[in-house]
């Protein structure tokens, strides 16, 4: 062994020392890979309260009189006797939520040898470390906006319209569940779709817009990269493309004194009123039974020579079906403890928070009697605030992956 050795005591202190850099390591990886945290703004859950908070929004306000033509009586013609006032309402509606914690352990370190070994395993334990937390932050949003949304839309072969049988929900509801649609009628998706969809949530539910008032207002479309390829073929005609579906840096966000650069939409901006994002790992289904998709874990274990890695799983590559969403501005907030958004000049933004990240190891009688190895223990707390949750629309439909399940549209992307 060489003059260079690693205690268990000095990899306890390099660790120590290292958290903040560690953590701003997965704090970039979230802000630059994840779609679905650049979608949620940001707050913290208040110390010293009770683990489950209502949310209360204000609802619109519903007129007395008609929106169509509103009456309106000669001036000169008021009197006290005469005059009608009409009655305005408002309202409000409450979301109780609750925060969720995840506990884990990152990769196994050897803490004993060269500096050089050392350095080397602990380095690539935290790349591993870093991809697996913007794997769980991406899966945690996307289960979670799909499950309590307000509105949700299975693409239909229904001669009457995508929306008329797919689609249920409205303003102001949460947790609604899928439209009872038979597997066979699930169609694959077209941007023609995505828009009306869009129409709708926008001329029917009012949902904001990001950069609302701007002539950039849009939503924004999350999906796969293969239906985001099959909307760049079936728009790749329109002059307007050329200059809007182009990868540029926007937006971003601040970890201590540097700026991060943010996830790169698809577009500068907005085609029609969308942007667009990849889902690296989108959620696919194997099936959907009585309207309810059976969703499939995107990753198995292999057993490797020194130990078991993770793979992509084949079912998850060849489920026919996958989910897109269409998102307007303030649907949720995702929420961590104040605790957690970083200490002094050490800040960053509350949703790409790591929460809590600690070196351990433990010299036991066992498997670590001489403290060979170490390794991060890690807490994710977290809570999803609903704000308008009829603002994000999942879209589940008919995945294009060759003539075994379904005949594939021209303008579609094939695998």
Known sequence: MGDCVV????????????????????????????????????????????????????????????????TFVQTSLITAATNTLSQENVATTQYPYLLGTKRGVGPKIAVKGAYSAYKGSYLMAQDSLAKLMTQYFNADIGANITTQSGLKLIVTTSASGALSQGLSGGESQINVPWANVAQSSIAPLTFSVVHQLARFMHEVN???????????????????SDIVESFRNSLGSDADVNNTLRAITTGGFKYGEQSLRGYSWESSTAYRGIVFGIAQRPRRASAV???????VNPQVGVSTTNGVAGRANPTWVTAPFELAWVVGKSSFERLVPETYTGEGSFKFSPQLAMAELQWHYQVDNDCNQFGDFGWHLYEITRGYRPVRPAN?????????????IVACPNNYGIL
């Open 289 to 295: 039974v009585n309207g309810v998709p059976q969703w």
């Open 392 to 404: 994000v629309c999942p879209i589940l439909y008919q995945r294009c992956v060759g003539s075994t």
């Open 206 to 224: 009012l949902s904001e817009m990001f950069n609302e008032g701007t002539v950039d207002q849009h939503y924004k479309f999350v999906g796969g």
């Open 7 to 70: 205690t268990p005591y000095i990899a306890q202190q390099i660790a120590s020392k290292d958290q903040n850099r560690l953590v701003g390591v997965i704090a970039k990886a979230l802000a630059i890979n994840s779609p679905l945290v650049n979608i949620l703004d940001g707050g913290t859950f208040p110390a010293g309260t009770s683990d489950q908070q209502v949310s209360t929004i204000q609802e619109q306000a519903l007129a007395g009189d008609s929106l169509d033509a509103p």
